[in-house]
């Protein structure tokens, strides 16, 4: 499996984009997918996921009620939305596929990674 993210790119504060991740085959309909970053100089964290169905999510504290994630599992894609950006938010953004139907915080429980998109936001 093979993930591809775009949409990422240089914005403003308070400035929004979304994010779109495609697999090379539809994955998982039966698997959770979620969205992590890495921002220069910092370990990698944990954006948000969301189960199977998109019936349930899950955000870290920096990003809840300003990022939304959702998913078409007939298209194979996993998008998140980000809104109110801050220059904190600047980082490379990685799409993964989880092993199972649910999966939260935890790198270690996500099966494949894309490479990354970029965003920047100038304050």
């Known amino acids: 499996v093979q993930l591809q993210a775009s949409g990422g790119g240089l914005v403003q504060a308070g400035g929004s984009l979304r994010l779109s991740c495609a697999a090379s085959?539809?994955?998982?309909?039966?698997?959770?997918m979620g969205w992590f970053r890495q921002a220069p100089g910092k370990e990698r964290e944990f954006v948000a996921s969301?189960?199977?169905?998109?019936?349930?999510?899950q955000y870290s504290d920096s990003v809840k009620d300003r990022f939304t994630i959702s998913r078409d599992n007939a298209k194979g894609t996993v998008n998140l939305q980000l809104s109110s950006l801050k220059p904190e938010d600047t980082a490379l953004y990685y799409c993964a596929v989880a092993y199972r139907s649910y999966a939260g915080a935890d790198s270690s429980h996500y099966a494949y990674w894309g490479r990354g998109t970029l965003v920047t936001v100038s304050s």
């Open positions: 085959r539809r994955t998982g309909s039966n698997n959770a």
């Open positions: 969301i189960s199977w169905n998109g019936g349930r999510t």
